[in-house]
Nanobody
C-alpha cells in the first residue's frame, strides 16, 4: 500500500502565507514526479505545481512568483510554500505522486485525501 498524507491547510487572510506538506509512505521503490493540484467549488481540478525527480519545476501561471514547490527525496516529502495568498486561491489542495512500487514496474498516480485552504478577503 502507498499513502500520501497532506498537512498544513487552514484559514488565512489575503496576503498571508501558508505551507503545505505531503508525505508518501508504504512500499515504494521510487517517486517520480510530485505535484499539487487544487479544486475550487464548481471548478475542475487543476495542476498548481509539479516537480520532477530531477528537480525541474512547472507552475500554474497565476501562482508563478508566489508559490514554490520543493521536495526532499530522503524523506519522501513534497512541500508547497504559498505566499501572497488571494481569495481565488481558496480550494481543496491535493498532493499527487507518480510512484514506482518496485524495480521495473510502471509508475502509477497516487493521490492524497485533500486539504482545505480558505483565504479570506
Amino acid at each position: 500500500q502507498v499513502r500520501l498524507v497532506e498537512s498544513g491547510g487552514g484559514l488565512v487572510q489575503a496576503g498571508g502565507s501558508l505551507g503545505l506538506s505531503c508525505v508518501a509512505s508504504g512500499m515504494l521503490f521510487s517517486i517520480n514526479a510530485l505535484g499539487w493540484y487544487r479544486q475550487a467549488p464548481g471548478n475542475q481540478r487543476e495542476l498548481v505545481a509539479v516537480i520532477t525527480s530531477g528537480g525541474s519545476t512547472n507552475y500554474l501561471g497565476s501562482v508563478k512568483g508566489r508559490f514554490t514547490i520543493s521536495r526532499d527525496n530522503a524523506k519522501n516529502t513534497v512541500t508547497l510554500q504559498r505566499n501572497s495568498l488571494q481569495p481565488e486561491d481558496t480550494a481543496v489542495y491535493y498532493c499527487n505522486a507518480v510512484i514506482t512500487r518496485w524495480a521495473g514496474a510502471p509508475g502509477y498516480n497516487y493521490w492524497g485525501q485533500g486539504t482545505q485552504v480558505t483565504v479570506s478577503s
